[in-house]
Protein backbone atom coordinates (compact mmCIF):
# COMPACT_ATOMS: atom_id res chain seq x y z
CA UNK A 1 0.00 0.00 0.00
CA UNK A 2 1.59 3.00 -0.79
CA UNK A 3 1.87 6.57 0.87
CA UNK A 4 -1.45 8.53 0.23
CA UNK A 5 0.56 11.80 -0.21
CA UNK A 6 3.06 10.18 -2.50
CA UNK A 7 0.18 9.60 -5.01
CA UNK A 8 -1.51 12.91 -4.62
CA UNK A 9 1.56 14.23 -5.66
CA UNK A 10 2.89 12.41 -8.48
CA UNK A 11 -0.95 12.66 -9.96
CA UNK A 12 0.02 16.50 -9.63
CA UNK A 13 2.99 16.21 -11.35
CA UNK A 14 1.55 13.95 -13.71
CA UNK A 15 -1.12 16.58 -14.71
CA UNK A 16 1.87 19.35 -15.05
CA UNK A 17 3.61 17.30 -17.77
CA UNK A 18 6.76 16.23 -16.51
CA UNK A 19 8.33 13.10 -17.88
CA UNK A 20 8.05 9.71 -15.58
CA UNK A 21 11.82 9.75 -14.97
CA UNK A 22 11.27 13.75 -13.90
CA UNK A 23 9.03 12.24 -11.76
CA UNK A 24 10.46 9.45 -10.12
CA UNK A 25 13.51 11.99 -8.99
CA UNK A 26 11.46 14.38 -7.51
CA UNK A 27 9.41 11.58 -5.46
CA UNK A 28 13.20 9.62 -4.88
CA UNK A 29 11.69 6.56 -5.98
CA UNK A 30 12.94 4.44 -9.31
CA UNK A 31 10.88 5.00 -12.65
CA UNK A 32 9.48 1.28 -12.50
CA UNK A 33 7.78 2.07 -9.26
CA UNK A 34 6.35 4.98 -11.16
CA UNK A 35 4.68 3.07 -14.02
CA UNK A 36 3.51 0.60 -11.43
CA UNK A 37 1.49 2.87 -9.57
CA UNK A 38 0.02 4.23 -12.81
CA UNK A 39 -0.49 0.77 -14.71
CA UNK A 40 -1.92 -0.92 -10.96
CA UNK A 41 -4.68 2.20 -11.16
CA UNK A 42 -3.65 3.63 -7.80
CA UNK A 43 -4.62 7.05 -9.74
CA UNK A 44 -7.78 5.68 -10.45
CA UNK A 45 -8.70 6.00 -6.79
CA UNK A 46 -10.52 8.94 -5.34
CA UNK A 47 -7.80 10.73 -3.96
CA UNK A 48 -9.69 14.09 -2.96
CA UNK A 49 -10.69 12.68 0.59
CA UNK A 50 -9.16 14.23 3.59
CA UNK A 51 -6.28 11.88 3.72
CA UNK A 52 -5.54 8.26 4.27
CA UNK A 53 -7.82 6.13 6.27
CA UNK A 54 -6.40 5.80 10.23
CA UNK A 55 -6.74 2.58 11.73
CA UNK A 56 -9.17 2.80 14.28
CA UNK A 57 -7.33 1.71 17.55
CA UNK A 58 -8.12 -1.46 19.79
CA UNK A 59 -9.39 -1.22 23.15
CA UNK A 60 -6.80 -2.53 25.71
CA UNK A 61 -7.00 -4.15 28.75
CA UNK A 62 -6.64 -1.14 30.77
CA UNK A 63 -8.89 1.15 29.41
CA UNK A 64 -12.23 0.32 31.62
CA UNK A 65 -9.85 1.01 34.54
CA UNK A 66 -8.14 4.11 33.91
CA UNK A 67 -10.55 6.81 35.48
CA UNK A 68 -9.72 5.03 38.27
CA UNK A 69 -5.97 5.36 37.82
CA UNK A 70 -6.30 8.99 36.92
CA UNK A 71 -9.09 9.71 39.91
CA UNK A 72 -6.21 7.69 42.35
CA UNK A 73 -3.34 10.04 40.85
CA UNK A 74 -5.16 12.92 41.22
CA UNK A 75 -5.53 12.38 45.03
CA UNK A 76 -2.05 11.03 45.28
CA UNK A 77 0.40 12.08 42.91
CA UNK A 78 2.96 9.83 44.11
CA UNK A 79 1.02 6.73 44.06
CA UNK A 80 2.96 4.25 42.85
CA UNK A 81 2.75 1.72 39.48
CA UNK A 82 2.97 -1.31 42.09
CA UNK A 83 0.54 0.18 44.21
CA UNK A 84 -1.99 1.11 41.52
CA UNK A 85 -1.87 -2.09 39.97
CA UNK A 86 -2.54 -4.00 43.23
CA UNK A 87 -5.77 -1.79 43.47
CA UNK A 88 -6.87 -2.29 39.72
CA UNK A 89 -6.08 -5.84 39.71
CA UNK A 90 -8.68 -6.20 42.86
CA UNK A 91 -11.13 -3.80 40.99
CA UNK A 92 -10.69 -7.08 38.36
CA UNK A 93 -8.33 -5.86 35.69
CA UNK A 94 -6.91 -8.99 33.94
CA UNK A 95 -3.49 -7.78 32.58
CA UNK A 96 0.20 -7.44 33.17
CA UNK A 97 1.99 -4.05 35.22
CA UNK A 98 4.05 -3.28 32.01
CA UNK A 99 1.16 -0.96 30.30
CA UNK A 100 -0.21 -0.14 33.30
CA UNK A 101 3.51 1.46 33.76
CA UNK A 102 3.58 3.41 30.80
CA UNK A 103 0.49 4.64 31.24
CA UNK A 104 1.06 6.15 34.30
CA UNK A 105 3.95 7.62 32.82
CA UNK A 106 2.28 9.51 30.53
CA UNK A 107 -0.96 10.92 33.17
CA UNK A 108 1.33 10.85 36.58
CA UNK A 109 0.79 14.89 37.63
CA UNK A 110 3.95 17.18 37.60
CA UNK A 111 3.77 19.48 40.09
CA UNK A 112 5.32 22.75 38.78
CA UNK A 113 9.30 23.31 40.12
CA UNK A 114 9.44 25.36 42.82
CA UNK A 115 10.94 28.64 41.14
CA UNK A 116 14.31 29.87 42.27
CA UNK A 117 14.28 33.31 43.49
CA UNK A 118 17.67 34.87 44.07
CA UNK A 119 17.46 36.47 47.04
CA UNK A 120 20.38 39.71 46.81
CA UNK A 121 21.93 41.16 50.15
CA UNK A 122 23.14 44.74 51.07
CA UNK A 123 26.75 45.72 50.69
CA UNK A 124 28.54 44.47 53.73
CA UNK A 125 25.51 42.87 55.18
CA UNK A 126 26.73 38.86 54.56
CA UNK A 127 28.65 36.29 53.59
CA UNK A 128 28.55 32.63 52.98
CA UNK A 129 30.71 29.80 54.64
CA UNK A 130 30.88 26.15 52.89
CA UNK A 131 33.35 23.54 53.01
CA UNK A 132 34.60 21.38 49.77
CA UNK A 133 36.05 18.17 49.72
CA UNK A 134 38.72 17.60 47.51
CA UNK A 135 41.00 15.04 46.80
CA UNK A 136 44.98 15.21 45.81
CA UNK A 137 47.70 12.31 45.32
CA UNK A 138 49.14 13.85 48.97
CA UNK A 139 45.92 13.28 50.38
CA UNK A 140 42.43 14.57 51.01
CA UNK A 141 42.36 18.09 51.61
CA UNK A 142 39.21 20.34 52.74
CA UNK A 143 38.75 23.40 51.61
CA UNK A 144 36.86 26.45 53.01
CA UNK A 145 34.85 29.17 51.00
CA UNK A 146 33.85 32.66 52.32
CA UNK A 147 31.72 34.63 50.09
CA UNK A 148 30.66 38.24 50.33
CA UNK A 149 27.22 38.12 49.50
CA UNK A 150 26.97 41.37 47.80
CA UNK A 151 30.21 41.91 45.63
CA UNK A 152 30.62 38.05 45.75
CA UNK A 153 34.20 38.79 46.77
CA UNK A 154 36.12 35.16 47.04
CA UNK A 155 38.19 33.96 49.80
CA UNK A 156 39.30 30.37 49.80
CA UNK A 157 42.01 28.11 51.71
CA UNK A 158 42.53 24.09 51.73
CA UNK A 159 43.22 22.36 55.31
CA UNK A 160 43.88 18.98 56.45
CA UNK A 161 40.93 18.32 58.87
CA UNK A 162 37.43 19.96 59.24
CA UNK A 163 37.85 21.18 62.74
CA UNK A 164 36.73 24.43 64.89
CA UNK A 165 40.04 25.35 64.91
CA UNK A 166 40.33 25.20 61.09
CA UNK A 167 36.82 27.37 60.93
CA UNK A 168 38.68 29.88 63.29
CA UNK A 169 41.70 29.86 61.38
CA UNK A 170 39.76 30.57 58.28
CA UNK A 171 37.70 33.09 59.47
CA UNK A 172 40.07 34.75 60.69
CA UNK A 173 42.25 35.14 57.12
CA UNK A 174 39.42 35.97 55.38
CA UNK A 175 38.35 38.62 57.88
CA UNK A 176 42.28 40.07 57.35
CA UNK A 177 41.89 39.65 53.23
CA UNK A 178 38.85 41.06 53.12
CA UNK A 179 39.84 44.37 55.90
CA UNK A 180 36.56 43.86 57.86
CA UNK A 181 33.65 41.70 59.29
CA UNK A 182 30.37 41.12 57.38
CA UNK A 183 27.58 41.29 59.50
CA UNK A 184 26.49 38.40 59.46
CA UNK A 185 27.71 34.56 58.42
CA UNK A 186 25.34 32.12 56.86
CA UNK A 187 26.27 28.37 57.39
CA UNK A 188 24.84 24.71 56.20
CA UNK A 189 24.36 22.69 59.45
CA UNK A 190 28.00 22.71 60.15
CA UNK A 191 28.65 20.35 63.06
CA UNK A 192 31.42 22.95 64.48
CA UNK A 193 29.00 25.94 64.31
CA UNK A 194 25.83 24.09 65.07
CA UNK A 195 24.78 21.13 67.69
CA UNK A 196 20.97 20.77 67.26
CA UNK A 197 18.74 22.44 64.66
CA UNK A 198 14.79 22.06 66.19
CA UNK A 199 13.25 24.43 63.90
CA UNK A 200 11.25 22.31 61.49
CA UNK A 201 9.65 21.04 64.91
CA UNK A 202 8.75 24.59 65.79
CA UNK A 203 12.09 24.98 67.82
CA UNK A 204 15.20 26.82 68.25
CA UNK A 205 18.51 26.55 66.60
CA UNK A 206 21.50 25.36 69.06
CA UNK A 207 25.10 27.17 68.29
CA UNK A 208 28.28 26.27 69.47
CA UNK A 209 29.04 27.78 72.48
CA UNK A 210 32.56 28.15 71.79
CA UNK A 211 31.71 29.40 68.51
CA UNK A 212 29.18 32.05 69.87
CA UNK A 213 32.34 33.12 71.88
CA UNK A 214 34.22 33.52 68.35
CA UNK A 215 31.64 35.18 67.08
CA UNK A 216 30.61 38.11 69.58
CA UNK A 217 34.33 38.52 69.57
CA UNK A 218 34.71 39.11 65.99
CA UNK A 219 30.99 41.26 66.20
CA UNK A 220 29.08 39.18 63.58
CA UNK A 221 26.30 37.12 63.75
CA UNK A 222 25.41 33.32 63.46
CA UNK A 223 22.91 32.68 60.47
CA UNK A 224 22.01 28.51 59.07
CA UNK A 225 19.89 27.47 56.43
CA UNK A 226 17.60 25.03 57.38
CA UNK A 227 17.77 21.38 56.39
CA UNK A 228 17.78 20.40 53.48
CA UNK A 229 17.12 24.35 52.07
CA UNK A 230 20.91 24.35 51.09
CA UNK A 231 19.64 26.41 47.85
CA UNK A 232 19.54 29.37 50.16
CA UNK A 233 23.73 29.24 50.07
CA UNK A 234 23.72 29.64 46.52
CA UNK A 235 26.25 32.09 46.22
CA UNK A 236 28.75 29.69 48.05
CA UNK A 237 27.37 26.53 46.43
CA UNK A 238 28.22 27.75 43.48
CA UNK A 239 31.72 28.85 43.58
CA UNK A 240 32.30 25.31 44.72
CA UNK A 241 31.99 24.09 41.24
CA UNK A 242 34.01 26.62 39.65
CA UNK A 243 36.97 26.23 41.92
CA UNK A 244 36.90 22.78 40.97
CA UNK A 245 36.66 23.20 37.33
CA UNK A 246 38.56 26.54 36.55
CA UNK A 247 41.19 25.98 39.59
CA UNK A 248 41.62 22.70 40.23
CA UNK A 249 40.77 20.44 37.01
CA UNK A 250 43.80 20.48 35.19
CA UNK A 251 46.49 21.91 37.10
CA UNK A 252 49.17 19.77 38.49
CA UNK A 253 50.07 20.82 42.16
CA UNK A 254 53.28 19.50 43.83
CA UNK A 255 52.19 20.12 47.76
CA UNK A 256 50.24 21.76 50.05
CA UNK A 257 52.94 24.53 49.67
CA UNK A 258 52.32 24.70 46.19
CA UNK A 259 48.47 24.32 46.47
CA UNK A 260 48.32 27.34 48.43
CA UNK A 261 50.68 29.33 46.24
CA UNK A 262 48.76 28.62 43.42
CA UNK A 263 45.42 28.85 45.22
CA UNK A 264 46.51 33.06 45.94
CA UNK A 265 47.57 33.61 42.32
CA UNK A 266 44.39 31.91 40.81
CA UNK A 267 42.39 34.60 43.33
CA UNK A 268 44.06 37.71 42.56
CA UNK A 269 44.72 37.09 38.77
CA UNK A 270 41.23 35.10 38.08
CA UNK A 271 38.44 34.74 40.42
CA UNK A 272 38.57 37.83 41.90
CA UNK A 273 39.32 39.89 38.69
CA UNK A 274 36.82 38.42 36.26
CA UNK A 275 33.37 39.39 35.27
CA UNK A 276 30.62 37.69 37.34
CA UNK A 277 28.17 35.24 35.69
CA UNK A 278 25.78 36.52 37.76
CA UNK A 279 26.27 40.21 38.76
CA UNK A 280 28.28 41.03 35.62
CA UNK A 281 30.50 43.33 37.80
CA UNK A 282 34.34 42.39 38.66
CA UNK A 283 33.96 41.26 42.44
CA UNK A 284 36.94 43.21 43.43
CA UNK A 285 36.47 45.89 42.02
CA UNK A 286 32.90 46.39 43.06
CA UNK A 287 34.39 45.24 46.28
CA UNK A 288 36.26 48.32 46.50
CA UNK A 289 33.71 50.90 45.47
CA UNK A 290 30.75 49.44 47.27
CA UNK A 291 31.46 46.96 50.22
CA UNK A 292 34.35 47.15 52.09
CA UNK A 293 33.59 50.63 53.41
CA UNK A 294 30.54 49.06 55.29
CA UNK A 295 32.51 46.22 57.20
CA UNK A 296 32.68 45.92 60.40
CA UNK A 297 36.06 46.99 62.20
CA UNK A 298 38.71 44.05 62.59
CA UNK A 299 38.58 42.80 66.31
CA UNK A 300 42.10 44.34 67.87
CA UNK A 301 43.44 40.47 68.31
CA UNK A 302 43.07 37.03 67.55
CA UNK A 303 40.31 34.89 69.30
CA UNK A 304 41.56 32.74 71.96
CA UNK A 305 39.60 30.09 72.94
CA UNK A 306 38.85 28.88 76.34
CA UNK A 307 39.53 25.58 75.91
CA UNK A 308 43.35 25.04 74.31
CA UNK A 309 42.26 23.74 70.33
CA UNK A 310 44.08 21.48 68.31
CA UNK A 311 46.85 23.19 65.58
CA UNK A 312 44.57 24.03 62.01
CA UNK A 313 46.69 23.32 59.56
CA UNK A 314 49.54 20.62 60.49
CA UNK A 315 50.53 20.15 56.70
CA UNK A 316 53.98 17.69 55.98
CA UNK A 317 54.90 18.17 60.04
CA UNK A 318 58.50 16.39 60.64
CA UNK A 319 58.28 15.45 64.55
CA UNK A 320 61.27 17.96 66.28
CA UNK A 321 63.70 17.11 69.12
CA UNK A 322 61.05 18.06 71.78
CA UNK A 323 58.26 15.99 70.17
CA UNK A 324 60.14 12.62 69.66
CA UNK A 325 59.68 10.35 72.70
CA UNK A 326 61.75 9.93 75.30
CA UNK A 327 61.64 6.16 76.13
CA UNK A 328 63.63 4.43 74.18
CA UNK A 329 63.52 0.34 74.05
CA UNK A 330 66.47 -1.98 74.07
CA UNK A 331 66.57 -4.52 71.98
CA UNK A 332 68.73 -8.46 72.94
CA UNK A 333 68.98 -11.46 71.79
CA UNK A 334 67.23 -14.31 73.85
CA UNK A 335 70.61 -15.42 74.75
CA UNK A 336 71.67 -12.69 76.61
CA UNK A 337 68.00 -13.12 78.80
CA UNK A 338 69.04 -16.70 79.35
CA UNK A 339 72.45 -15.59 81.11
CA UNK A 340 70.61 -12.72 82.93
CA UNK A 341 68.32 -15.58 84.45
CA UNK A 342 71.08 -18.18 85.31
CA UNK A 343 73.18 -15.18 87.36
CA UNK A 344 70.31 -14.91 89.61
CA UNK A 345 70.25 -17.83 90.72
Known amino acids: MYGWERLVLLKHLLDQGLSKAAIARQLGVSRRSVYHWIT ?6 DLTGSGPRVRATRPTQLEPYQSIITTRL ?18 GYPGGITQLRAYVAQVRPRPEPEP ?3 FETPPGHQAQVDFATCRFPWGTR ?7 GYSRLLWLRFYPRQTMATVFDGLEAA ?19 LLEDHRPDGGKLLENAEFLRFAAHWGF ?18 PIGYVRGNLLYGRDFL ?5 DAQTEHWLERTANARIHGTTGWVPRAHFEQAERATLLSLAARPYRALQPLPPPRVLNAVPSARTRPLLTVERRPLGAYAALAEASV
Not at 142 to 148: K, Y
Open 40 to 45: TGQLER
Open 74 to 91: GTYPELSAVRLFEEIRAA
Open 116 to 118: IVR
Open 142 to 148: FALLVVL
Open 175 to 193: FTYFGGVPGELLFDQMKSV
Open 221 to 238: RIRACRPYRAKTKGKVER
Open 255 to 259: DDADL
